[in-house]
């Protein structure tokens, strides 16, 4: 399963690759405009570094307006992935845009039959919120479990994008039930490394040792001696 960055912050998309876990990223107006920067500036900057493909979304509501839009952001860089909303006017946008060869990210999906609606519209993407659904006393995992069922069924190639993931266990939830991708806020991703036995463990290993030398190091040093 591919880790998207679910974040307008070009800092925190950075330290995450750093790590090597940034296989693209996910905007929304929301993100860009709490980042305080021109949308095409942050999506400029992320394009710089990321390999893998950053999801710009529509503004506009109709769909001759989505297209104008989906058709500019597509410019934007060499991996965009144009998010639309999973509405009427958005899967007029989205057959079109598909026969224009655009990626697609579907955004603000409840249901399976939804996300059954983007397939068979040709989306690259298809974003079920997760925490959204456990928000209102749905089960968001399920509804993932449900789309993987009906895709592997029919054959469709959209990738499941598992959104509004709210902490850890959503991940391996997602994980198990066959999300393609899981788009994750730099504050989860950063969860996922701990647990409080690796740092009892790395702790002990470390006062057994004590303050005595890295062999590694002790070899680079008579190295540079000779």
Same mark, same amino acid.
């Given at each position: 399963m591919r880790f998207f960055i679910d974040t307008a912050e070009v800092s925190e998309v950075r330290t995450a690759d750093e790590l090597g876990l940034v296989? #693209? $990223?996910?905007?929304?107006?929301? /993100?860009? %405009?709490?980042? #305080?920067?021109? +949308?095409?500036?942050v999506v400029a900057e992320l394009d710089e570094f990321v390999d893998g493909p950053i999801s710009v979304e529509v503004i506009a509501?109709? %769909?001759e307006?989505? /297209?104008?839009e989906a058709r500019e952001y597509d410019t934007w860089g060499d991996d965009i992935a144009v998010k639309f909303p999973m509405t009427r006017e958005g899967m007029t946008a989205l057959s079109q845009a598909t026969a224009e060869g655009i990626d697609s990210n579907v955004t603000l999906v409840f249901s399976a039959n939804q996300a059954l609606l983007a397939a068979k519209n040709?989306?690259?993407? $298809?974003?079920p919120f997760l #925490?959204? /659904?456990?928000?209102?006393?749905?089960? #968001?995992?399920? *509804?993932?479990?449900?789309?993987?069922?009906? +895709?592997? $069924?029919?054959g469709f190639d959209t990738e499941i994008l598992a959104a509004s993931i709210r902490h850890p266990s959503h991940v391996k939830a997602v994980a198990k039930v066959g999300a393609d991708v899981a788009? *994750?806020?730099p504050?989860? /991703?950063?969860q996922l490394f701990d647990h409080p036995k690796t740092d009892e463990g790395l702790a002990a290993f470390l006062d057994d040792w004590g303050d005595r030398e890295s062999p590694a190091v002790r070899e680079l040093q008579g190295a540079d001696d000779d």
């Open positions: 296989d #693209g $990223v996910t905007t929304n107006p929301s /993100l860009v %405009a709490s980042s #305080g920067r021109e +949308y095409r500036d509501t109709e %769909a307006e989505m /297209l104008v040709g989306a690259t993407f $298809v974003s #925490g959204r /659904l456990d928000d209102i006393g749905s089960d #968001g995992v399920e *509804l993932v479990r449900e789309i993987r069922e009906i +895709y592997d $069924v029919h788009t *994750l806020p504050s989860v /991703l950063d």
